[in-house]
């Protein structure tokens, strides 16, 4: 399993869920503040688990969207392996 997080501006905070909800089966939405260039903004973070070879596509897809919509420099998304137990 990895997990991945895309970090972004909270802005055009609906659209981006929206298009989450379509992109993504489930997911986590974390409200955030983030650092820019020295300037604070306030921030969201997509979390998704997931162990489909097409979700780093699907993630990519969704920030080239948002980065478009908000017109941003840079969305970034990170991804690293973990272990999961389900109870």
């Not at 298009?19 to 489930?26: G, V, Y």
Request: charged share 25%; no cysteine.
């Amino acid at each position: 399993m990895k997990v991945y997080r895309l970090y972004t501006e909270n802005k055009n905070r609906d659209w981006i869920e929206g298009l989450a909800d379509r992109h993504l089966t489930s997911y986590t939405l974390y409200v955030a503040s983030g650092r820019f260039e020295g300037k604070s903004e306030p921030s969201i973070i997509i979390e998704v688990i997931s162990d489909s070879d097409a979700m780093p596509v699907v993630m990519k897809a969704l920030a080239a969207r948002i980065k478009y919509l908000n017109e941003q420099q840079e969305v970034w998304i990170t991804s690293h392996d973990i272990d999961v137990s389900i109870i």
